[in-house]
Each structure stands twice: as C-alpha cells, then as structure tokens.
C-alpha cells in the first residue's frame, strides 16, 4: 500500500501564504498524478490542483494565479505553495496520489488519500 502524510497546515491572515507538502512511502510503487483537494464546512470536496508525472497542471478557476503545485519525484512528495489567501479557501486539505503498486503479476493501481490538514484564513 501507498501512505500520504501531508503537513503544512496553519492558521494564516488573508493575504497571507502558507505552503503544504504531502510525502508518500510505501512498497515498490509509481505515482502518476498527485494533487490536492480541500474540503470545507458543508461542502463537498473539491479539487484544488493536480500534477502528471510529467509536470503537466492543473488548477481550479478559484485558485489559478495564486497557487502552484510542484512535485519532486525522488522524494515521492507533492507541495503546494498558496498565496493571497482568501477566507474562502479554508478548508481541510486532501493530497492524493494515484499510480500503481508491484504485485506478484505485475502493477496493481492504487488511489491513495492523506489524513487532511487544515488550512484557516482568517478575516
């Protein structure tokens, strides 16, 4: 299996900036996309921005402009740097990783989730 720890998290004043990161380990595994989701009070989670394995992004219209994902594959850990923090973007925060793990024939794909770190914008 393939475990996310995410860490980062933080009570921050809007305008502020904080950044995450959000380390995987395992067995032999490949992680071909990586991203962060959030989840806020009474609603439902969404995405926030993905990554390839080839450096390929992704961002939701909210975020664009103020976050940036980036990864570094030989540590297995995505991050996300967030600027101009608004109230509306706190939220518990998700990383995920989807790839595949060596099994006994072969790959076996995995969609692996973190325990959540939460992120607050205060006003």
């Known amino acids: 299996q393939v475990q996310l720890v995410e860490s980062g998290g933080g009570l921050v004043q809007a305008g502020g900036s904080l950044r995450l990161s959000c380390a995987a380990s395992?067995?032999?595994?490949?992680?071909?996309?990586m991203g962060w989701f959030r989840q806020a009070p009474g609603k439902q989670r969404e995405l926030v921005a993905t990554i390839t394995s080839g450096n390929s992004t992704n961002y939701a219209d909210s975020v664009k402009g103020r976050f940036t994902i980036s990864r570094d594959n030989a540590k297995n850990t995505v991050y996300l740097q967030m600027i101009s923090l608004k109230p509306e973007d706190t939220a518990v925060y998700y990383c995920?990783?989807?790839?595949?793990?060596?099994?006994?024939?072969?790959?076996?794909?995995?969609?692996?989730w973190g325990q959540g770190t939460q992120v607050t914008v205060s006003s």
């Open positions: 995920n990783a989807v790839g595949g793990v060596v099994v006994t024939t072969g790959w076996r794909p995995y969609n692996a």
């Open positions: 395992g067995s032999t595994f490949r992680i071909n996309t």
